[in-house]
């Protein structure tokens, strides 16, 4: 596809559930980032990836939170035994290379609603 | 630990005014500085990057560079309705990498 894919749209997970979330970046893309965005904030950091190493993973909030994106391309954000305070949206993205000026774009985002 | 300021409004401005959106950073250092225009709902996307001190202007929109005060602002002319959205001000993370630490933002609404 023509922009970032991400699936699913919306998520209602009870809490303690696992749940995934995929992401499918622009094809060729090197850089692929995982955001949390609550209601009113900005995006903020999880993780990234340059191809399929996960290079920074500062962000994630606790071990529960888990990325993948083993063949460099689609990439995979897990939670497990989710708790309210995860409900959130998770954002996508990627750009085609690696330094400040490649422009990064953003998926539509995972709304995650913990219950 | 690096900081991005915004206002988070809402600022409303009457249609066809001019909508100034201000934005301070902490890291002395950073070289890059980004704005994002995010409607409701939808994911952000990039509107404005500037590197240098001093005014770009790119249409109806203005981003203007001070690093001695530290400050990036916005300015968006001939305000239309259609330009009502959250407009986050992001600086890299790490000098020279790509990751972006972003504001709050700042919800603009314009008023037909």
Known sequence: G??????PRYKVAKRGQDVALRCDPISGHVSLFWYQQALG??????????????????GLPSDRFFAERPEGSVSTLKIQRTQQEDSAVYLCA??????????IYFGEGSW???V | QKE????????????????????????RGSQS?????????????????IYSNGDKEDGRFTAQL???????SLLIRDSQPSDSATYLCAVPAQTGA???FFGTGTRLTVIP
Do not use: H
């Open chain 1, 2 to 7: 023509a922009g970032v894919s991400q699936s």
């Open chain 1, 41 to 58: 904030q900005g995006p903020e950091f999880l993780t990234y990836f340059q191809n399929e190493a996960q290079l920074d993973k500062s």
């Open chain 2, 4 to 27: 991005v300021e915004q206002n988070s409004g809402p600022l409303s401005v009457p249609e066809g005014a001019i909508a100034s959106l201000n934005c301070t950073y902490s890291d």
């Open chain 1, 94 to 103: 990627s750009s085609l290379g690696t330094g400040s000026g490649n422009t």
């Open chain 2, 33 to 49: 500085f980004f704005w994002y225009r995010q409607y409701s709902g939808k994911s952000p996307e990039l509107i404005m990057s």
């Open chain 1, 112 to 114: 995650l609603t913990v």
């Open chain 2, 98 to 100: 790509n990751n972006l």
């Open chain 2, 66 to 72: 001070n690093k001695a005060s530290q400050y990036v």
